[in-house]
Structure formats: structure tokens, C-alpha cells
């Protein structure tokens, strides 16, 4: 889970392949977007976590801080916030819904399974790391009846809209909404 220099040529492979000029890079059981996302978390939950308790506590943090921190700390603290937001729907929607495999949503998400093709495809290092060990019989199961996957894709479209809608919202506020 923690980021390799494997992650950093994988990250210039992609650029590379998303421009058309290179092979798309062979991924193993975390991508470096996953562990980009996992990670990205305790960064904003520490900025969002200390600003906001400043800003909730303000007659103590005051106490051993100039008042004008306060100042600091509520543009901070929306300022994570909004990037959170933007970065969710925008970096992380692209990676989870928008790749043409995966339009309208990755379903794993909800169902924590995946066809053996899905997975020869997206992650072909885990993929041969589980042939190798012979572990790869021991993880197949059924696959989910039509109506459930039709019923997840209903959802996806819905989440997507919802997602599109908040994009467009951050734009309107950082554009129109600051005076």
C-alpha cells in the first residue's frame, strides 16, 4: 500500500499511454491512483481536523496563538475542503467512473467482485501472482444475477449526475461566490 518507485513509472507509463505513445502499464493489486486516494485522506483529515478544531475551540487555541490564525484556519479549512470536494469529483470520478471500461461505475465498489477478465485486464500482476499461486480457483464465486448489476448501473447513473451537478457548483462558487 505504501508508494514505490514502481507507482512513479507506472504514473509517467499512464501519461504516456493516455497520450497514445506508449503501453499501458501493468498494474498489481493497488494502482497508484488507490494509494493516491487512500493517502490523500489523512492529509485532508489532518488539515480539516486541526483548522476546524481551532476554529471550534477558538477562545482556547487563542489563548497561545494570535487571533488572526483564526483568520488563517477558516481559509484553510474551507479551502481543504473545497479541494476535497473537487479532487473527489474530479480526480477520483475519472478513475472510478469515467475510464471507458468502467463507465458508468466500477461496481466492485458495491459487490467486491470481479470477472477473471476484469482482473486479467485492470491488475495483470495480481492477476499472474494469483495463477502462480494457485489461489485463483479459491477466489472465484458466482456472479450477481442481471437485476442486481442493473440496479447498481441505475444508481451509478444517478451518483454520476449528482457528482456532475457538485462539480459544476465548485466552479459557480470559486468563480461567482468569493467577493
Not at 501519461?15 to 493489486?29: N, Q, S, T, V, Y
Not at 480457483?137 to 457528482?163: C, D, Q, S
Request: net charge negative.
Amino acid at each position: 500500500m505504501l508508494p514505490t518507485r514502481k507507482d512513479f513509472s507506472d504514473f509517467y507509463g499512464s501519461i504516456k499511454w493516455f497520450l497514445g505513445i506508449g503501453e499501458r502499464p501493468a498494474f498489481g493489486r493497488w494502482t497508484y491512483w488507490e494509494k493516491f486516494d487512500y493517502f490523500a485522506v489523512f492529509w485532508g483529515i489532518a488539515v480539516i481536523g486541526a483548522t476546524g478544531l481551532t476554529l471550534w475551540f477558538p477562545e482556547f487555541f487563542t489563548r497561545f496563538m494570535p487571533g488572526s490564525f483564526l483568520n488563517i484556519a477558516t481559509i484553510i479549512h474551507s479551502d481543504e475542503a473545497l479541494l476535497a470536494t473537487g479532487f473527489i469529483f474530479t480526480v477520483h470520478f475519472f478513475n472510478t467512473h469515467l475510464r471507458p471500461e468502467k463507465f458508468p461505475m466500477d461496481i466492485v465498489v458495491f459487490t467486491g467482485r470481479m470477472s477473471v477478465e476484469e482482473l486479467r485486464q485492470d491488475k495483470p500482476m495480481e492477476y499472474e501472482a494469483l495463477v502462480q499461486s494457485g489461489e485463483l480457483e479459491k477466489n472465484l464465486v458466482e456472479p450477481y444475477p442481471a437485476v442486481v448489476v442493473k440496479t447498481i448501473r441505475f444508481f451509478a447513473w444517478g451518483a454520476l449526475a449528482l457528482g456532475f451537478g457538485m462539480v459544476i457548483w465548485i466552479v459557480y462558487a470559486m468563480l461567482f461566490a468569493y467577493r
